[in-house]
């Protein structure tokens, strides 16, 4: 008798590990969205008309791959700098390139110092701001459909994410082009648009062209943007910095800045949300040529400056993956994997705007944003402020987010574009890889669908397995307590 319950209960210890084990090994196995709810891209630093480098080919180049690889992108934002001075001609080559490629994807752009009248050299700019500004802005409604942006700000929605374009109000100063300059209307627009996308509990994105102090490649110490210099001549309540501080207190909100040029082979090209104290910020290196690690770029045998990289993002219920391109070579070179950290309310209104519609297309989108009269630059010089250095924080250990930067991966090109632009740079579009989904039309919708239920079912067993291993589970324990109190009897008896 007394050997037969030492077997008992050394099955039960068994019964019991086996079904912890599995209930484990589905548990880590749960099913990940496999299919995204929608895409975009994101690029920026075009500057159209710069004769230095390959304007034109790489912008046309950028979109051809845009259309190969992701024809059901909702949208292009551009992070500025997309015309080297803001003048008429260059905005004129853009449209012209976008509506032969992309015609009836829209483009919502973001201004960059270039596009605030930038001159070379370090001299005087006495341009008056409405002249590059109202420029600006009939073009941003011409290539997005939307006729209520009225400002070098405004916010719209793609999808049920707000997207929220911020901007420099000030014509460009050209001393190193370290000019900004945001006021306390655009500062009090930005943070009553943040709380109200903050209530619709899905990712915020936010775009400014140039980065904060310390966050991506190319704002870090020792690098070509430091923020606006310690510097009496520079304007006086100045609200650039205090954006950072309101998009922080968002950690599902994900920033994306041009303006440094920097690869996205280069150093930090993302930081990460921690979830708790700061936002996602995330490099969007330039179409129009690149910068790296060594404070510098390259040129080629024209001396033209060279490189052409942007974004690919792509929108699940559980991830956001955002997907860097070289355009010139056909490589993905970046693979960042963010959370979607879900916060506020679904039912909250979005932004009571209307915005015209983009004929052709099936995004939907609300503007707003308002007019104000721009600043001139302080004549009485302000006083110095002592800069303060800020920690870069890094993501919480053990974390899921991921960023894969392929520096050397290769490549088989599997789709080209029907054309190739010019130039002395090759460049070839590769078709999206693996870990890039791609769709389009009613079809597609259908797949995706289908592929969401999938994996609300596969959670759903998940579910029901854990309870009954758990069930199972107690069951084998206790068996094996009794069998062990009625071993212990038995032996008291004897």
């Not at 073009?139 to 700000?153: E, P, T």
């Amino acid at each position: 008798m007394r050997v037969y319950f030492k077997r008992l209960f050394s099955v039960s210890i068994l019964i019991t590990t086996f079904f912890a084990s599995y209930a484990l090994s589905v548990t880590a196995s749960a099913p990940k969205s496999t299919a995204p709810e929608y895409m975009f891209n994101v690029m920026g630093d075009m500057q159209m008309g710069d004769g230095n480098i390959y304007d034109e080919e790489n912008y046309e180049n950028a979109l051809r791959q845009v259309k190969s690889i992701s024809p059901e992108t909702e949208a292009v934002l551009t992070v500025g700098d997309n015309t080297n001075n803001g003048t008429e001609d260059q905005y004129k080559v853009l449209k012209r390139i976008k509506e032969s490629v992309i015609p009836d994807i829209p483009v919502y752009y973001a201004i960059g110092n270039h596009d605030r009248a930038l001159r070379s050299g370090t001299g005087p700019n006495d341009t008056e701001p409405s002249v590059w500004r109202d420029r600006f802005i009939k073009y941003a409604k011409d290539m997005s459909g939307c006729q209520n942006i009225n400002n070098v700000y405004y916010s719209f929605m793609l999808a049920d994410s707000y997207v929220i374009m911020l901007g420099s109000e000030v014509t460009s100063r050209n001393d190193n082009c370290n000019d900004v300059f945001v006021s306390d209307a655009q500062y009090d627009w930005f943070e009553s648009e943040m709380k109200k996308a903050s209530q619709t509990g899905n990712p915020i994105y936010v775009i400014f062209h140039e980065p904060f102090k310390n966050t991506v490649s190319g704002s870090l110490p020792g690098q070509n943007w430091q923020g606006n210099p310690v510097n009496p001549y520079y304007y006086k309540n100045n609200r650039y910095e205090d954006l950072k501080k309101v998009a922080d207190r968002y950690p599902q909100t994900i920033v994306f800045s041009g303006h440094t040029h920097w690869s996205f082979t280069t150093k930090q090209p993302v930081l990460l949300t921690d979830g708790k104290t700061h936002a996602t910020y995330v490099n969007c290196a330039s179409v129009g040529y690149l910068w790296y690690d060594n404070l510098t770029g390259r040129k080629d045998q024209q001396g033209k400056w060279t490189g052409s990289e942007g974004l690919f993002v792509y929108v699940y219920k559980d991830r956001v993956e955002i997907k860097g391109r070289d355009f010139i070579n056909g490589k993905w070179l970046l693979d960042v994997e963010v959370p979607v950290l879900r916060t506020g309310n679904a039912e909250t209104p979005k932004p009571t705007a209307t915005a015209g519609v983009t004929p052709s297309h099936p995004a939907s989108a609300t503007v707003s944003g308002s007019h104000v009269n721009t600043p001139s630059p302080s004549k009485t010089p302000a006083p110095e402020v002592t800069p303060t250095e800020t920690p870069v924080p890094s993501p919480t250990p053990g974390s899921t987010q991921k960023v894969t930067q392929y520096v050397t991966q290769e490549e088989t090109p599997t789709e080209t574009p029907t054309e190739t632009p010019s130039g002395a740079q090759s460049a070839t579009a590769s078709g999206a890889p693996s870990g890039a989904p791609s769709a389009s039309g009613p079809a597609a919708a259908t797949g995706s669908q289908a592929q969401e239920d999938s994996a609300s079912s596969g959670t759903g067993t998940s579910t029901l397995l854990i309870v009954a291993t758990v069930i199972m589970s107690a069951t084998a324990v206790a068996a094996g307590v009794f069998a062990g109190m009625t071993v212990y009897k038995s032996r008291k008896k004897l």
